[in-house]
């Protein structure tokens, strides 16, 4: 039977009449209502040969210009022969369309394809990097940004993307730490979720939505020495406690694919690994969306050395529970003989196929294959529209983190500042603010620092740029210029850091300092007596030792995206106040890393006294900046923590609460962050965990009230059996402003309690 046909005619055979459909698809297109979406795929895969079954596994990248011919392409002739199921970086709903209608068309059944893309701060509106996101500890702001990135990309064609990456991050060398959420599993989860809810909405038949991907499962962010794609080797403990929870949190989202890892894990390759793909993710989390594995993986495994050639790596790969192949073409190439060798079943292969298929089915493709990609203006408005700029704009302000105001420096008065110099690479530049993996990003939407400082100041205020330097070498031609600058002006702006592309995929780094000749140039400036203000532009944490120590006023601020500028220079002039926190440890030292706010105690924990104890001998152990720490332009006082009860019962809980004072004349916003230490356990225990955090609004010379409800489910853990609960004992909770809070209160939990693992669903 023809494809169209065979299509309509189940359609038909299932939904009655063909005007009933799109009502039908939506409403079976929830997750929980199957049967209608069963039928339709058991009657399709009934018609569907071996190896159709198989090009459904097959996904591959376009690597066309946009206006390219069609048929130029060998994998769209694959695809008319349904070898094919998903292809990634196609572009342009127009080049999509036609390629959808090609192979929709042509081939024998008109599968409609899956179209990819790494979607990952923004689709042309571009947001500030994830990680820089994930500094304003703002859910909502943050699921916004994500619905407006998916809103762009289904207009545009699209409907999967390849984000949220949700890798924890412990190690500043590894570049990919810009894409993810920071170092810490509570806030990670919570984010992914975010991320997930802004992309998938909660209607995947919505063509305002597109299909998220929980990515790189797992343990990525583990890599030896921050060297990406290097290998992994971590406790089950650690994997589950500390790796897992944000993959955990994207599947309770309801979160409909997942990336596997390029890397190894306790010497098995990601792509391959059954315990963490079957055990874990499928069985036991009961996830029913598809597992991709990340680009090649399955081929790379010959290189890993845990196969012997590329058809044994496909074997291994299909066997533990991956679904479809990125790019590697060996499901297309071997799949078909492994099956009839009895290496993999058919019944692998029909799971697969029918997971990729409901998905399908979820979108609505069966319906209207072109649902996505038909041009549509009014869909193709909304990008790059005002409000999703408006948004960026805001993402950016939150985003910031002030590090460091000695004598209020910050903010500059712009009624009172005749002259500023603005120096550095960074000082006008569009593309670089557009950060790591911005893919289809466009310079042109940057409003850079300069232009936005020069609106905001009008022409009252003379405004010296110097560029002084490029990003790394060591050309100093410029430095005269921008000394010039420095010493006409009344106050100098540095815009220095990291190119975009110093953070991202394989790029990670040895140093993790400003690069050297910047470095250089701010030492220079500072020789001026001016005082500096520096502004960070970069996608992970820096020893900006010497920079704390002598500079008066540092902003973080990342890579901010389209609207950078506005928001630092409403951050710059007080039109905004800042209230970002950092998620993830700046260390003093690279020597120090890994280092994270929520280490183990020790045996010898440091005592300044006691030669014996763990430390270093030419550095401290603490961070230059920990992890939550961020300032304001107002100050905050908190009170010490009251406790409702000091002992929790299994199935009770305690109120902590504590009175937060903004003790300055500005308004302003605090993260309140609630941390937790179990002080004994079957295991040794982090010496403090996040458990609660509340982003507040606090009026100048007012005080708010804030209170934390703890329950078992915040201290559970996976214990020395590797069960989950939380052990009866004595606990200590910590309310404060950052993670290095030192007073506490201790309560007390009366008796054992099993909680419902975090990754296990009864
Ligand atoms: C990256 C993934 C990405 C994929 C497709 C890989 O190199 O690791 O994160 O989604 O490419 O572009």
Same mark, same amino acid.
């Given at each position: 039977?023809?494809?169209?046909?065979?299509?309509?005619?189940?359609?038909?055979?299932?939904?009655?009449c063909?005007? *009933?459909?799109?009502?039908?698809?939506?409403?079976?297109?929830?997750?929980?209502?199957?049967?209608?979406?069963?039928?339709?795929?058991?009657?399709l895969?009934?018609?569907?040969?071996?190896?159709?079954?198989?090009? =459904?596994?097959?996904?591959?990248?376009?690597?066309?210009?946009?206006?390219?011919?069609?048929?130029?392409?060998?994998?769209?002739d694959?695809?008319? =022969?349904g070898?094919?199921? #998903?292809?990634? !970086?196609?572009?342009?709903?127009?080049?999509?369309?036609?390629?959808q209608?090609?192979?929709?068309?042509?081939?024998?059944?008109?599968?409609?394809?899956?179209?990819?893309?790494?979607?990952?701060?923004?689709?042309?509106?571009?947001?500030?990097?994830?990680?820089?996101?994930?500094?304003?500890?703002?859910?909502?702001?943050?699921?916004?940004?994500?619905?407006?990135?998916?809103?762009?990309?289904?207009?545009?064609?699209?409907?999967?993307?390849?984000?949220?990456?949700?890798?924890?991050?412990?190690?500043?060398r590894?570049?990919?730490?810009?894409?993810?959420?920071?170092?810490?599993p509570?806030?990670?989860?919570?984010?992914?979720?975010?991320?997930?809810r802004?992309?998938?909405? /909660?209607?995947?038949?919505?063509?305002?939505?597109?299909?998220?991907?929980?990515?790189?499962?797992?343990?990525?962010?583990?890599?030896?020495?921050g060297r990406?794609y290097?290998?992994?080797?971590?406790?089950?403990?650690?994997l589950?406690?500390?790796?897992?929870?944000?993959?955990?949190?994207?599947?309770?989202?309801?979160?409909?694919?997942?990336?596997?890892?390029?890397?190894?894990?306790d010497? /098995?390759p990601?792509?391959?690994?059954?315990?963490? &793909?079957?055990?874990?993710?499928?069985?036991?989390?009961g996830?029913?969306?598809?597992?991709?594995?990340?680009?090649?993986?399955?081929? *790379?495994?010959?290189?890993?050395?845990?196969?012997?050639?590329?058809?044994?790596?496909?074997?291994?790969?299909? !066997?533990?529970?991956?679904?479809?192949?990125?790019?590697?073409?060996?499901?297309?190439?071997?799949?078909?003989?492994?099956?009839?060798?009895?290496?993999?079943?058919?019944?692998?292969?029909?799971?697969?196929?029918?997971?990729?298929?409901?998905?399908?089915?979820?979108l609505?493709?069966?319906?209207?294959?072109?649902?996505?990609?038909?041009?549509?203006?009014?869909?193709?408005?909304?990008?790059? @529209?005002p409000?999703?700029?408006?948004?960026?704009?805001?993402?950016?302000?939150? @985003?910031i983190?002030?590090?460091? !105001?000695?004598?209020?420096?910050?903010?500059?008065?712009?009624?009172?500042?005749?002259?500023?110099?603005?120096?550095?690479?960074m000082?006008?530049?569009?593309?670089?603010?557009?950060?790591?993996?911005?893919?289809?990003?466009?310079?042109?939407?940057?409003?850079?620092?300069?232009?936005?400082?020069?609106?905001?100041?009008?022409?009252?205020?003379?405004?010296? /740029?110097?560029?002084?330097?490029?990003?790394?070498?060591?050309?100093?031609?410029?430095?005269?210029?921008?000394?010039?600058?420095?010493?006409?002006?009344?106050?100098?702006?540095?815009?220095?850091?990291?190119?975009?592309n110093?953070?991202?995929?394989?790029?990670?780094?040895?140093?993790?300092?400003?690069?050297?000749?910047?470095?250089?140039?701010?030492?220079?400036?500072?020789?001026?007596?001016?005082?500096?203000? &520096?502004?960070?532009? !970069?996608?992970?944490?820096?020893?900006?030792?010497?920079?704390?120590?002598?500079?008066?006023?540092? &902003?973080?601020?990342?890579?901010?995206?389209?609207?950078?500028?506005?928001?630092?220079?409403?951050?710059?002039?007080?039109?905004?106040?800042?209230?970002?926190?950092?998620?993830?440890?700046?260390?003093?030292?690279?020597?120090?890393v890994?280092?994270?706010?929520?280490?183990?105690?020790?045996?010898?924990?440091?005592?300044?006294?006691?030669?014996?104890?763990?430390?270093? =001998?030419?550095?401290?152990?603490?961070?230059?900046?920990?992890?939550?720490?961020?300032?304001?332009?107002?100050?905050?006082?908190?009170?010490?923590?009251?406790?409702?009860?000091?002992?929790?019962?299994?199935?009770?809980?305690?109120?902590?609460?504590?009175?937060?004072?903004?003790?300055?004349?500005?308004?302003?916003?605090?993260?309140?962050?609630?941390?937790?230490?179990? &002080?004994?356990?079957?295991?040794?225990?982090?010496?403090?965990?996040?458990k609660?955090?509340?982003?507040?609004?606090?009026?100048?010379?007012?005080?708010?009230?804030?209170?934390? *409800?703890?329950?078992?489910?915040?201290?559970?853990?996976?214990?020395?059996?590797? @069960?989950?609960? #939380?052990?009866?004992?004595?606990f200590?909770?910590?309310?404060? /402003?950052?993670?290095?809070?030192?007073?506490?209160?201790?309560?007390?939990?009366?008796?054992?309690?099993?909680?419902?693992?975090?990754?296990?669903?009864?």
């Open positions: 039977m023809n494809k169209l046909s065979l299509l309509g005619v189940l359609f038909l055979l299932i939904c009655g063909s005007k *009933e459909v799109t009502k039908k698809i939506s409403v079976h297109n929830q997750w929980n209502d199957r049967p209608e979406m069963d039928i339709f795929i058991d009657s895969m009934t018609e569907m040969t071996l190896e159709e079954k198989i090009g =459904q596994t097959v996904l591959f990248a376009s690597w066309w210009d946009i206006t390219g011919p069609v048929s130029d392409n060998d994998f769209v694959d695809a008319i =022969q070898k094919v199921g #998903a292809v990634f !970086n196609a572009l342009t709903a127009d080049f999509i369309y036609r390629m209608k090609e192979v929709v068309e042509k081939s024998r059944l008109g599968i409609p394809l899956l179209f990819g893309y790494d979607v990952i701060h923004g689709y042309r509106t571009t947001f500030p990097t994830p990680f820089a996101m994930s500094a304003s500890w703002d859910l909502d702001q943050i699921e916004k940004s994500c619905r407006v990135a998916a809103v762009e990309a289904a207009a545009d064609g699209l409907n999967w993307t390849f984000a949220p990456m949700v890798d924890i991050a412990r190690d500043p590894w570049g990919r730490i810009a894409e993810g959420a920071g170092e810490d509570y806030l990670g989860s919570l984010i992914a979720a975010a991320q997930v802004g992309f998938q909405g /909660t209607d995947l038949s919505d063509e305002a939505t597109v299909l998220a991907c929980a990515k790189h499962f797992a343990a990525y962010g583990a890599a030896q020495a990406d290097h290998t992994v080797d971590i406790s089950e403990r650690v589950r406690d500390v790796y897992l929870p944000p993959f955990k949190a994207a599947c309770d989202a309801g979160v409909a694919t997942y990336m596997t890892a390029f890397n190894e894990l010497g /098995t990601c792509s391959a690994h059954e315990h963490l &793909l079957n055990d874990i993710l499928k069985e036991q989390w996830f029913d969306g598809f597992v991709v594995t990340d680009y090649t993986s399955i081929k *790379e495994m010959v290189n890993h050395g845990s196969v012997a050639d590329e058809k044994e790596a496909g074997e291994a790969s299909m !066997n533990a529970g991956v679904d479809m192949d990125m790019q590697s073409g060996i499901f297309m190439n071997h799949l078909k003989q492994s099956v009839e060798e009895g290496k993999v079943k058919e019944a692998t292969v029909n799971e697969a196929c029918r997971r990729i298929l409901e998905m399908k089915y979820r609505g493709l069966f319906e209207d294959p072109y649902r996505y990609c038909r041009p549509d203006e009014d869909k193709q408005s909304k990008i790059k @529209s409000e999703h700029f408006a948004l960026a704009h805001e993402m950016a302000r939150k @985003s983190v002030l590090l460091k !105001n000695e004598d209020q420096l910050l903010p500059l008065n712009k009624e009172q500042l005749n002259s500023i110099a603005l120096i550095g690479p000082t006008d530049e569009q593309k670089q603010q557009l950060g790591a993996w911005h893919t289809t990003g466009q310079p042109e939407t940057v409003t850079t620092i300069l232009t936005a400082f020069k609106e905001k100041l009008g022409s009252k205020t003379k405004i010296y /740029t110097a560029k002084g330097c490029d990003w790394e070498g060591d050309d100093r031609s410029g430095f005269a210029e921008a000394l010039a600058a420095a010493k006409k002006a009344e106050v100098v702006v540095m815009c220095m850091g990291e190119r975009e110093m953070g991202g995929e394989a790029a990670s780094r040895v140093h993790i300092d400003i690069p050297l000749i910047q470095k250089e140039l701010i030492k220079e400036v500072y020789k001026t007596g001016k005082p500096i203000v &520096l502004l960070l532009h !970069n996608g992970r944490p820096l020893t900006i030792t010497w920079e704390n120590e002598h500079l008066p006023a540092i &902003l973080e601020c990342w890579h901010l995206g389209s609207m950078a500028g506005p928001a630092i220079a409403d951050v710059v002039f007080g039109d905004y106040n800042p209230s970002g926190k950092l998620t993830a440890t700046f260390p003093q030292h690279l020597g120090q890994p280092i994270h706010y929520n280490m183990k105690n020790t045996g010898r924990p440091y005592n300044p006294k006691d030669h014996f104890t763990t430390r270093y =001998q030419d550095c401290s152990n603490d961070p230059l900046y920990c992890f939550g720490y961020g300032l304001s332009y107002s100050s905050f006082e908190y009170s010490a923590v009251t406790l409702d009860t000091n002992t929790l019962t299994p199935d009770g809980k305690i109120t902590a609460s504590v009175k937060v004072t903004n003790t300055s004349n500005v308004d302003g916003e605090e993260v309140v962050q609630l941390y937790i230490r179990d &002080l004994v356990g079957s295991v040794t225990r982090p010496v403090k965990e996040l609660g955090f509340q982003k507040v609004m606090i009026p100048a010379n007012t005080a708010v009230d804030v209170s934390f *409800e703890v329950s078992v489910e915040d201290l559970a853990f996976w214990r020395k059996d590797m @069960s989950y609960g #939380a052990e009866k004992g004595e200590l909770l910590f309310i404060g /402003t950052n993670s290095d809070v030192e007073e506490s209160v201790k309560f007390e939990l009366c008796t054992d309690a099993d909680v419902e693992p975090y990754g296990i669903r009864k």
